[in-house]
């Protein structure tokens, strides 16, 4: 196979969705991938692009002539330089290094290919037709460097006539973007954003990967040029923060904060990187021959607070980074007024699996895994990621379940909603499953723990809250513990594992008389107090939490 294409950066935000998108258009691909192709290809088969044109090169953009042998790709046409270091706190050689020398030695390699097209340099929004050399103390190395990448890459391109195309896109909003804004969703979703910085017209522009790959890809079928690629319709700074609060169920802050301001109070104070506040302006771009262009080429860009949604849910997937991207569908959903995290299939789920305390719907995956058919898990209503509550349980069940008839499973706490709910609709629940059901097991000693609960859970390391739930520190524990550090999360906990000791006795009558079929799971290690003339399967060595410890023994009680 001789590849037409090169990619470099192939393994970055913009490199991979560039990958797809022209193996999906029928080009073969070289792609220069950091540290091997293994991720690249698991990346690319994962969302189905086909992977037969791909071939995996290796090189190093620092160094005259990549590394690469002269007589190598010589088929190639079009060559796109995605690679740069995007970070904040580098030396100002350590940004040059890769964002101004290797932007030249691409350009340099380019010139030698009988074959050559057109070379595709991916800028910033913020970099293009700056006059004079940049200030490196003044703008950070990372936006200074790439200010003199942008001028470099133009002359060599005149010297060494080669067809140049620059592109010139604002924040990047995809799976896998974790920087840059990403930082002050973080902080929204985390409690941690008591200002909007900037004023009230700060204008942070954004722009879909997946648009951004199909505007490069064809760039070098048309004319040479510059062009802005970023999304006009972005919201200014602070409705852009309102919007992602209101998805994901948290409160959005009123005030705003000066960037001068920012700039005289301490880091340790604001938590702002200084390189960041350049990009809290409110200079608005030109943006005419990139919409041209895309008319030409028939691109249409997403609706904006479309992919602003779906970036949050990516963003809280993996958890800012901090995990991999679980398996897909997931996101943030209304239900019953409530923005609810949701995984798996709503529409008509062949099993709904609810979490119990202090946990959150992902202590489910391992179950779920093994499940037969289309899953549904959701974060009850102010636990876990979902918001809180708007209104009854109950309600919110309902409306999470309309137009299904599940197996419903549920875990400790959860066990009283999921009986209401039976009991309530027999109709639409084929069969109950209760795991480790709280209402049959002596109370918990957290109802009277002092100092306060809610204190002690908020300030629980993960290997802590492992012990505490005698469970091995895994994801879910990770997350559990993350989640508890959020603003009212731990009190929420306790509030509900209080309303749950509350309705113990309301739930053993609903046990006996309601009408579907309910079966019992729990551990030998954590044995039901009350007797129940219901089937019971007792797991062996399993405590409290046998989804997190035998989720295959589970899997098989709940099938």
Same mark, same amino acid.
Request: aromatic share 6%; net charge positive; with cysteine.
């Given at each position: 196979?001789?590849?037409?294409?090169?990619?470099?950066?192939?393994?970055?935000?913009?490199?991979?969705?560039?990958?797809?998108?022209?193996?999906?258009?029928?080009?073969?691909?070289?792609?220069?991938?950091?540290?091997?192709?293994?991720?690249?290809?698991?990346?690319?088969?994962?969302?189905?692009?086909?992977?037969?044109?791909?071939?995996?090169?290796?090189?190093?953009?620092?160094?005259?002539?990549?590394?690469?042998?002269?007589?190598?790709?010589?088929?190639?046409?079009?060559?796109?330089?995605?690679?740069?270091?995007?970070?904040?706190?580098?030396?100002?050689?350590?940004?040059?290094?890769?964002?101004?020398?290797?932007?030249?030695?691409?350009?340099?390699?380019?010139?030698?290919?009988?074959?050559?097209?057109?070379?595709?340099?991916?800028?910033?929004?913020?970099?293009?037709?700056?006059?004079?050399?940049?200030?490196?103390?003044?703008?950070?190395?990372?936006?200074?460097?790439?200010?003199?990448?942008?001028?470099?890459?133009?002359?060599?391109?005149?010297?060494?006539?080669?067809?140049?195309?620059?592109?010139?896109?604002?924040?990047?909003?995809?799976?896998?973007?974790?920087?840059?804004?990403?930082?002050?969703?973080?902080?929204?979703?985390?409690?941690?954003?008591?200002?909007?910085?900037?004023?009230?017209?700060?204008?942070?522009?954004?722009?879909?990967?997946?648009?951004?790959?199909?505007?490069?890809?064809?760039?070098?079928?048309?004319?040479?040029?510059?062009?802005?690629?970023?999304?006009?319709?972005?919201?200014?700074?602070?409705?852009?923060?309102?919007?992602?609060?209101?998805?994901?169920?948290?409160?959005?802050?009123?005030?705003?904060?000066?960037?001068?301001?920012?700039?005289?109070?301490?880091?340790?104070?604001?938590?702002?990187?200084?390189?960041?506040?350049?990009?809290?302006?409110?200079?608005?771009?030109?943006?005419?021959?990139?919409?041209?262009?895309?008319?030409?080429?028939?691109?249409?860009?997403?609706?904006?607070?479309?992919?602003?949604?779906?970036?949050?849910?990516?963003?809280?997937?993996?958890?800012?980074?901090?995990?991999?991207?679980?398996?897909?569908?997931?996101?943030?959903?209304?239900?019953?007024?409530?923005?609810?995290?949701?995984?798996?299939?709503?529409?008509?789920?062949?099993?709904?699996?609810?979490?119990?305390?202090?946990?959150?719907?992902?202590?489910?995956?391992?179950?779920?895994?093994?499940?037969? &058919? +289309?899953?549904?898990? /959701?974060?009850?209503?102010? !636990?876990? #990621?979902? $918001?809180? =509550? @708007?209104?009854? %349980? *109950?309600?919110?069940?309902?409306?999470?379940?309309?137009?299904?008839?599940?197996?419903?499973?549920?875990?400790?706490?959860?066990?009283?909603?999921?009986?209401?709910?039976?009991?309530?609709?027999?109709?639409?629940?084929?069969?109950?499953?209760?795991?480790?059901?709280?209402?049959?097991?002596?109370?918990?000693?957290?109802?009277?723990?002092?100092?306060?609960?809610?204190?002690?859970?908020?300030?629980?390391?993960?290997?802590?809250?492992?012990?505490?739930?005698?469970?091995?520190? &895994? +994801?879910?524990?990770? /997350?559990?513990?993350?989640? !508890?550090? #959020?603003? $009212?999360? =731990? @009190?929420?906990? %306790? *509030?509900?594992?209080?309303?749950?000791?509350?309705?113990?006795?309301?739930?053993?009558?609903?046990?006996?008389?309601?009408?579907?079929?309910?079966?019992?799971?729990?551990?030998?290690?954590?044995?039901?107090?009350?007797?129940?003339?219901?089937?019971?399967?007792?797991?062996?060595?399993?405590?409290?939490?046998?989804?997190?410890?035998?989720?295959?023994?589970?899997?098989?009680?709940?099938?």
């Amino acid at each position: 196979m001789q590849p037409d294409s090169l990619v470099f950066g192939a393994s970055g935000l913009i490199g991979r969705f560039l990958v797809a998108e022209l193996l999906s258009r029928g080009h073969t691909v070289a792609a220069a991938a950091r540290g091997g192709g293994d991720a690249l290809t698991a990346w690319l088969t994962g969302r189905n692009v086909p992977v037969d044109g791909l071939a995996i090169v290796r090189a190093d953009i620092t160094r005259p002539g990549l590394g690469l042998p002269p007589d190598e790709l010589a088929a190639v046409r079009d060559v796109y330089n995605c690679a740069g270091r995007y970070a904040f706190g580098l030396t100002a050689e350590e940004a040059r290094a890769t964002n101004v020398t290797g932007a030249l030695h691409v350009l340099d390699w380019a010139a030698t290919r009988s074959e050559l097209r057109r070379v595709v340099h991916v800028s910033g929004y913020r970099v293009s037709g700056v006059e004079g050399p940049p200030d490196y103390r003044r703008l950070g190395s990372y936006e200074a460097s790439k200010v003199e990448a942008d001028a470099a890459v133009r002359v060599r391109a005149r010297e060494r006539g080669v067809p140049l195309s620059i592109a010139n896109p604002a924040t990047v909003l995809g799976s896998g973007q974790f920087v840059g804004l990403a930082s002050l969703v973080s902080d929204l979703w985390h409690g941690r954003l008591p200002a909007v910085p900037g004023g009230r017209e700060v204008f942070v522009p954004v722009v879909d990967a997946g648009y951004l790959a199909a505007f490069l890809a064809r760039l070098p079928e048309h004319e040479e040029g510059a062009y802005w690629v970023l999304d006009d319709r972005t919201p200014v700074l602070p409705e852009l923060i309102g919007l992602l609060a209101g998805h994901m169920g948290v409160r959005a802050p009123r005030r705003t904060i000066p960037v001068g301001l920012l700039r005289l109070l301490p880091r340790a104070l604001t938590g702002a990187d200084p390189e960041t506040l350049s990009f809290l302006s409110v200079d608005r771009y030109d943006t005419a021959s990139a919409e041209a262009f895309a008319g030409r080429a028939g691109l249409r860009m997403p609706p904006t607070g479309a992919a602003l949604r779906a970036w949050a849910d990516d963003l809280v997937a993996a958890r800012f980074g901090a995990t991999g991207t679980p398996r897909g569908p997931y996101g943030y959903q209304q239900v019953a007024g409530t923005a609810t995290w949701i995984s798996g299939e709503r529409e008509r789920p062949g099993h709904v699996l609810l979490h119990g305390l202090p946990l959150d719907s992902r202590s489910w995956e391992e179950v779920a895994d093994r499940l037969d &058919g +289309p899953v549904l898990a /959701a974060d009850l209503p102010g !636990l876990g #990621r979902s $918001g809180p =509550a @708007r209104g009854p %349980v *109950a309600d919110w069940l309902a409306e999470l379940l309309a137009g299904t008839r599940p197996v419903l499973v549920a875990h400790s706490l959860a066990c009283v909603p999921a009986l209401r709910y039976a009991a309530a609709h027999p109709d639409r629940v084929s069969r109950l499953v209760l795991v480790a059901p709280a209402f049959l097991q002596p109370p918990s000693p957290w109802l009277t723990r002092t100092p306060p609960a809610a204190l002690l859970l908020r300030r629980m390391s993960a290997s802590r809250l492992a012990g505490t739930l005698g469970v091995p520190e &895994g +994801p879910a524990v990770t /997350a559990a513990a993350a989640d !508890l550090a #959020r603003p $009212g999360q =731990a @009190r929420r906990v %306790v *509030a509900a594992l209080r309303a749950a000791h509350a309705a113990r006795d309301e739930a053993r009558r609903l046990l006996a008389r309601v009408s579907v079929p309910v079966e019992i799971v729990t551990g030998s290690a954590d044995p039901l107090s009350v007797a129940v003339d219901r089937p019971v399967t007792t797991i062996a060595g399993a405590g409290h939490y046998p989804q997190l410890t035998h989720p295959g023994e589970v899997a098989a009680a709940i099938r």
